[in-house]
């Protein structure tokens, strides 16, 4: 998958600082693969397919805010 076209700020407008935009993109390649090889492991060892993906969901899910603390 490839990382969005459009990264939206809180105001709905798009990011564009350049720089700011080729981390975004490089952190989301490096999160893509890091996920893939964790999704595949699993799989390898026995996991679902179904449920490596419900508990990879959940984690993106608690994923907290740094604008928020712990709250999220």
């Known amino acids: 998958m490839e990382s969005p076209k459009l990264w939206l700020q809180d105001d709905g407008q ?6 700011k ?6 952190n989301w390649q490096e999160v ?9 492991d699993a799989v390898l060892m026995g996991v679902s397919e179904q449920g490596m993906r419900a508990h990879l969901t959940d984690l993106v899910a608690s994923l907290q805010s740094p604008h928020q603390g712990n709250k999220a």
């Open 14 to 19: 798009p990011l564009s600082c350049q720089e």
């Open 21 to 26: 935009l080729r981390v975004l993109d490089e």
């Open 32 to 40: 893509q693969e890091i996920l893939q090889d964790a999704f595949e």
